[in-house]
C-alpha cells in the first residue's frame, strides 16, 4: 500500500449507530488531519494531529471522536450522529503541521458517510 | 472574514479546448495558494502552489498565476482531455507558521467528446 488509505470507502449508518472509519498514511509523516466535504460547500478542516497530539479541534460536534493511536493511523469514532453529518470524510498527512509552500497535504480517498 | 471565491461554479467545455478557472480570495495575512485537482470518488491532488512572490507556475497542462495585489489567481488548462473533468478547488493558508487554509467551494470542469 502507499499513500493514504481509507477504510471504508462507503458506510451507510443509522443516528443510533456507533462506528469508526479508519485511516493509514505509508508516508513517514508526523501530521495527519481529517476533512469533512459536504455538497456545494468549501472542504472543512475538522481535526488536525501533530505528532499523536490533537492541536486544533475546530469547534466540531463532539459526536465526531478523533484518534491517533501513532503517527501512521488516525481515526473518527462517531455516534449518534444526524442526517446533515451525510458528507464524504477525508483524510490527509503532510511531513508536519505548518502552513508553509512546501508542507503538501497528501488526501486519502475519503469514506462516503451517509446517515438514516 | 477570510474567503476564497471561485468562479464559475461548473464549466462544461469540448475536448482540445483551453479554459480558466478563477479564484479570488480576502485571505490575510496571505501565505501561499494552492490548486487541487479531486477526482470524483478520489482525495484532493495538487497541482500547483504559489507564494507571495510568485505570479506563474505551470504543471504541465495546467498554468496557475497569482496577482497578490488585486488577490486573484487564475487556473490555465490547455488543451483539455477527457481526464481533465473534476473538480478544481483553490487553497489560500494564512501566514504564521501553522496550518490554517481556506478552501473554495470548487469549480466543477466537464471535458465533453
Known amino acids: 500500500e502507499t499513500g493514504v488509505t481509507q477504510t471504508p470507502r462507503h458506510l451507510v449508518m443509522g443516528m443510533t449507530n456507533k462506528k469508526s472509519l479508519k485511516c493509514e498514511q505509508h508516508?513517514?509523516?508526523?501530521?495527519m488531519y481529517w476533512y469533512k466535504q459536504s455538497a456545494k460547500k468549501p472542504l472543512e478542516l475538522m481535526f488536525v494531529y501533530s505528532l499523536e497530539e490533537r492541536v486544533e479541534n475546530n469547534s466540531v460536534p463532539s459526536r465526531f471522536s478523533p484518534e491517533c493511536p501513532n503517527s501512521s493511523h488516525l481515526f473518527l469514532h462517531l455516534h449518534t450522529l444526524q442526517p446533515e453529518d451525510s458528507a464524504l470524510y477525508l483524510c490527509?498527512?503532510?511531513?508536519?503541521?505548518?502552513?508553509?509552500?512546501?508542507?503538501?497535504?497528501?488526501f486519502g480517498p475519503g469514506t462516503r458517510l451517509t446517515v438514516l | 472574514k477570510n474567503q476564497v471565491e471561485q468562479s464559475p461554479q461548473s464549466l462544461i467545455i469540448l475536448e482540445g479546448k483551453n479554459c480558466t478557472l478563477q479564484?479570488?480570495?480576502?485571505?490575510?495575512?496571505?501565505?501561499?495558494l494552492r490548486w487541487y485537482k479531486q477526482d470524483t470518488g478520489r482525495g484532493p491532488v495538487s497541482l500547483t502552489i504559489?507564494?507571495?512572490?510568485?505570479n506563474t507556475k505551470s504543471n504541465g497542462r495546467y498554468t496557475a498565476t497569482l496577482d497578490a495585489d488585486t488577490k486573484q489567481s487564475s487556473l490555465h488548462i490547455t488543451a483539455s482531455q477527457l481526464s481533465d473533468s473534476a473538480s478544481y478547488i483553490c487553497v489560500v493558508n494564512l501566514s504564521g507558521g501553522s496550518y490554517i487554509p481556506t478552501f473554495g467551494r470548487g469549480t466543477s470542469l466537464i471535458v465533453h467528446p
Open positions: 508516508l513517514g509523516h508526523n501530521a
Open positions: 490527509a498527512s503532510s511531513q508536519d503541521r505548518a502552513g508553509g509552500p512546501y508542507n503538501e497535504q497528501f
Open positions: 479564484c479570488n480570495y480576502t485571505v490575510s495575512p496571505f501565505s501561499n
Open positions: 504559489m507564494t507571495f512572490s510568485e
